[in-house]
């Protein structure tokens, strides 16, 4: 066993390389369940990317006391007055947090606890935000750019992404009056 070893993984600036990087690309297509202007979504191209991730699996899945790092990129866009955003999720383990560290751009994350109270939090460059256990998330780009942020979470923690698909969250981020608004959700 050597006693220095160079990683074969970077994280360089907004960008991570190396041979172990799991990427994964969402387009309009995929994403019939999370938009509410139906019309709207119809009308743009399947094939337009909303997000993609690049992640860092160091150990395998359900690996208890491991952790998986991933950088989000989030396009600029609106499907109707609806900012392009992430699916969200609850985690399979719902007792297991996550950290989020935005390095471009603006948005929201939008934080639902099970009992479907929901609240948004600004995403900066710099800004960094805990998600507690048994919350939902999603991220929201309300800005021009791509918004680009890393994530930290455990890697037995999962993906609970059909409680969102069928029950979607209280509240939707529009753009209203030109600036963005947390609104029920009223579909």
Sequence with gaps: MAD????????????????????????????????HDKAALAAMPAAQTVYEVASYFPVPDGTEAGLFFGITYIHPGKVGNEYFMT?????????RGEMYMTIEGEGMLI????????????????????????????????????????AVWPSDAGHDYDTISTEGFSKILIEKDGKP??????L
Excluded: C
Excluded at 87 to 95: V, Y
């Design 181 to 186: 608004a947390l609104v029920e959700n009223n």
């Design 111 to 150: 934080l639902m606890d099970e009992n479907r109270q929901t609240h948004a939090e600004k995403m900066y460059p710099g800004s960094l935000h805990y998600i507690n256990g048994h919350i939902a998330h999603r991220t929201v780009n309300t800005g021009n750019t791509i918004l680009t942020f890393s």
């Design 4 to 35: 220095i070893v160079v990683p074969s993984v970077i994280f360089s600036g907004t960008e991570l390389t190396g041979p172990a990087i799991d990427r994964l690309s969402r387009r309009i297509g995929d994403l019939n369940d999370i938009f």
């Design 87 to 95: 699916k969200g999720h609850f985690h399979k383990l719902r007792d």
